[in-house]
């Protein structure tokens, strides 16, 4: 008989998380079964967590001090850490703490935001063979901490998809290779037989619709005032979807479950989310992207598009080139045998190492680096386009 968990649901906007979290916490009878804490919320951005890109540092300090005061834990067995891509070298990440609000918690409590590309790692079997995760899985009790998105590649971006953070730098550029494992959605769907929480919260006071999971043209912030919590990261994905009007039987890495709730109902919460695009663009600029390309070069354009539309000569070199060329097309990921049908030679451009042998062989002008640099991404278009 399959054991249906309660998914609590209740309303909360920033100013009450102090006192609407542990109400969550309590509704569902949370009680953490380990003394020690790591807590792994979505910090995928160098970004004020408003923008409902990133989960709220609010909430996870929230968190720890319901933790140390309701169930006893100190304060030095709690661990908070992320694994970003983008953000994988000490000083960036360094930045991404300070950026995203994530310092603070170092400041209150000693509790250093930890890089997990430099932690311990214990060696698992999983559908793939062997993949290695934070030794944090074993010995402590393991929160996930998701904010309520959509996503370009994978339709949302909940619980399941959150531990992508867990990875290695290289395996989080597998999971996007069919040829190493199997599809983005498959890996993250096994990912979660090895990888699984004690509790998850999803934080939708600030969620993100449109094309994520990062702030861009196509996306938006979406005021949700709304937090989550279970203690089955696939029911929680579940009501998430629910809460999102998506259908999860579209959603490939989710399985469709039952589940109950508790809290406010369902259906009074229930929303629509406007779903990504497949692809990004701005005006007449088109990223054509594979499967494969993985989340560092999605971000990279991201940034990209953030420094052509806000910094202001860039913005009005850009409109120029809106005027003269009726498109220009970036190719990113490593599926591409072919140049995408619609592109004119002159007005596109490889980016990142995985497009290397397009490039040559088509004689592109390319970024090679992985991951590539947004400034060089710009360079490389300015320099052939705008003679
Ligand atoms: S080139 Fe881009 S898509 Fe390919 S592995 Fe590097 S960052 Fe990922």
Redesign the pocket.
Known sequence: MVNILTVGIIKSSLKEVDVKLPELLELIKYKPKKKKIFIKPNVVDAINAKSGVIALPQLVDELINYLIKKHDISKEDIVVGEGT?YFNEDKHFERLAKESGYIKLEKKYGIKFENLQNTERVTKKWKYGEIELPKYLDTHEYINIPVMKTHMQATVTLAMKNQKGLLLLKDK?NF?RSSTYGSLHDSIYELSKVAIPDLVVTSAIFALEGTGPTLNAQSKTKKLDLILAGTDMIEVDNVSCEIMGLDVEKIKHIPKVKFSTIGVPLEAVKTKFAEADPFLKVRNLYVNQSD??????TM?ISRMFRKILFVEDLRKKFEELNKIYDRIDLV???DFEELPANAKIGQIFC?????SKLAKNNDVPIVK????NHNDIIKLILEHTLK
Request: net charge neutral.
């Open positions: 891509g550029r996007h494969a390309a993985c989340t560092l070069c990279s990113i990921g490593s980016v990142g190492a995985c497009t680096d992985c991951p590539p």
